[in-house]
């Protein structure tokens, strides 16, 4: 759900290979996101600015079946700290990779 005030950084996988390359992406714009997106407020600390979001994309039909158990593996492998900003799709997602130009899904975007 986006947040007000907040500008959001979209992270996208199909599969492991491509989940375990977002911290390429991810870390780096969270770090100068605490540089620059941050403002201090008043007699406390800077806040951070920037919400990012995590989407496990699976086509698979047959996945979709397994979903709550895979969310539970899945989850298990990720810092708890994350859980909040990730979230799983199991859907035809043609549209979508259409639309974002995705040709290459062994890769995170």
């Known amino acids: 759900v986006p947040r007000k005030n ?9 599969n492991k290979m491509g989940f375990d390359m977002l911290h390429s992406w991810r ?16 007699g406390r600390r800077r806040k951070n600015r920037l919400q990012t ?38 859907a035809p997602f043609e549209q979508w990779k259409d639309a974002l130009e995705i040709s290459n899904t062994l890769v995170g975007y």
Not at 29 to 38: A, F, I, N, P, Q
Not at 63 to 86: E, Q, T, W
């Open 6 to 14: 907040h500008a959001t950084l979209l992270l996208l996988s199909f």
């Open 27 to 42: 870390e780096p714009v969270e770090r100068h996101s605490l540089e620059s997106l941050s403002r201090p407020a008043i």
């Open 53 to 90: 979001v995590e989407v496990v994309v699976n086509e698979n039909r047959f996945y979709r079946l397994l979903s709550n158990v895979l969310l539970m593996a899945f989850k298990g492998a990720v810092d708890p700290a994350r859980h909040a900003s990730i979230a799983a799709v199991y």
